[in-house]
């Protein structure tokens, strides 16, 4: 399969069966999935243009305040959507939702001893443009313990969904952040295959930095491509 | 030739995607693209609601998964620009729906039945699974049980093998009409079929 793009890449994506992250030993499925020729079934999905994108959706830092700034670290965080032959995915609906600078998220069942801030939410979404870039502004996320092992703390990270041409390309992923020490704890993070889960950790750019407000990371995606495009018919 | 570049990996949706994905289901106050209602009066076809369950290893209901769904509308068309016939009512075909807002943790989608696609003999919604523990998406269809003619012309359904078809059939409820119960198994004996696309 490893010349043909369209199919799912099992080098590159995680087991269902990883028996580090425990949450997996009763809800992976246990027999072998079954192949389906795509059809048009496989070969479309949900369309969202730019018109399910308001103004401020793609800007965390501003998209819930109340009566002031977020707390933390202001961080841009862009890169491109592409598929396997490298062509631009536009029009690709990218939400986005994250823990908030102490390590805490909004969400009701979130435990952790860490305080809320009134002024940022930690979800937002944007579409890409013909060149596949997409774009936020947000805090920089803090760690965070979870329940799966003794000590356990998940590394820095957002929360990603894409939307692009199918559903067969649909993706949901974590971003990481460069260094971060909790990578090599985190079974989550190393479910990904080695060799593959190295693209999961954003990288640090100077150049994406606006001087005096916030520090660029950039995280590429790759979207499965086609599946009816045969290699050899590329250049 | 040249090297394709490799696929971005899946990882899990978490246990914390509702404010992110669901977020008016779950009472957050910010938007949502899709929830569990695909189609209003407006669209035309017949209507149905499908109501199931995401159950574990241990048949315990799933309180943190998130279902989606994609489907054509009642003549088998899809709203994408890949299925050249266009589509003829307006109707998305997508929905969205955590398992955490039911006190039994169930799903619910209010839709229309889908027509045959093309190629395909009989009509399906396709489902897109997502939750904690769950590190890549799982993919499985709903078939509907009283299409029982046209399930067994069904290319997709006839490379099942014949004792774990019936994961795949929503069955009708004789207790409200249009009402379908279709439960998800990610294990055991019932285990629901899931495909590699
Ligand atoms: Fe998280």
Redesign the interface.
């Known amino acids: 399969m490893s010349d043909t793009a369209g199919g799912r890449d099992w080098q590159s994506h995680p087991p269902y069966l990883f028996a580090d992250y425990r949450s997996t030993a009763l809800r992976a499925p246990t027999r072998p999935l079954i192949p389906i020729k795509h059809c048009l079934s496989e070969m479309t999905g949900p369309v969202y243009g730019h018109e399910a994108v308001a103004p401020l959706d793609a800007d965390l830092t501003r998209n819930a305040r109340r009566n002031g700034e977020p707390l933390g670290e202001r961080i841009i965080v862009t890169g491109r959507v592409l598929d396997e032959e490298g062509r631009p995915v536009r029009d690709t609906l990218i939400e986005v939702w994250q823990a908030n600078a102490a390590g805490r998220y909004v969400h009701l069942t979130d435990r952790h001893d860490a305080p809320l801030d009134p002024n940022f939410l930690g979800a937002g979404r944007c579409v890409t443009d013909e060149k596949g870039r997409y774009r936020f502004y947000t805090i920089k996320p803090g760690a965070y313990p979870w329940a799966n092992h003794a000590n356990a703390w998940r590394p820095l990270h957002i929360h990603f969904s894409l939307l692009g041409p199918s559903i067969a390309a649909r993706l949901v992923t974590q971003m990481y952040f460069p260094g971060d020490p909790l990578l090599a704890y985190d079974p989550i993070y190393l479910g990904a295959p080695e060799g593959a889960r190295e693209r999961l950790v954003s990288r640090f750019d100077l150049a994406m930095t606006e001087p005096d407000f916030a520090l660029g990371y950039v995280f590429d995606m790759v979207l499965r491509g086609r599946g009816e495009t045969p290699f050899e018919s590329r250049v | 030739?040249?090297d394709?570049?490799?696929?971005?990996?899946?990882?899990?949706?978490?246990?914390?995607?509702?404010?992110?994905?669901t977020?008016r289901q779950?009472g957050?106050?910010?938007?949502q693209?899709?929830d569990g209602t695909l189609a209003d009066e407006t669209v035309s076809g017949t209507r149905i609601r499908i109501l199931g369950c995401v159950f574990?290893?241990?048949d315990?209901p799933?309180p943190d998964a998130m279902v989606?769904i994609?489907q054509?509308d009642s003549e088998g068309r899809?709203?994408?620009?890949?299925?050249g016939r266009g589509s003829n009512t307006g109707f998305?075909?997508?929905g969205r729906q955590g398992t955490g807002t039911d006190s039994r943790n169930r799903f619910l989608f209010d839709t229309v039945k889908p027509g045959p696609?093309?190629?395909?003999a009989a009509p399906?919604i396709?489902v897109?699974l997502?939750?904690?523990?769950?590190?890549?998406?799982?993919?499985t269809?709903i078939y509907f049980a009283d299409e029982s003619a046209r399930n067994a012309a069904d290319?997709?359904l006839a490379?099942?093998p014949a004792e774990r078809r019936a994961t795949l059939l929503a069955q009708p409820d004789p207790s409200m009409p249009g009402l379908y119960r279709w439960d998800i198994r990610?294990?055991g004996e019932r285990?629901?079929?899931?495909?590699?696309?």
């Open positions: 030739m040249r394709l570049l490799k696929q971005t990996p899946s990882q899990t949706v978490g246990p914390y995607f509702a404010y992110g994905l977020a779950y957050y106050p910010n938007s693209i899709a574990d290893g241990e315990a799933i989606e994609w054509a899809y709203a994408h620009p890949a299925d998305r075909g997508f696609v093309g190629g395909e399906h396709n897109i997502f939750m904690r523990g769950l590190l890549s998406h799982a993919y269809r290319p997709v490379s099942v990610m294990q285990e629901t079929v899931f495909f590699d696309l």
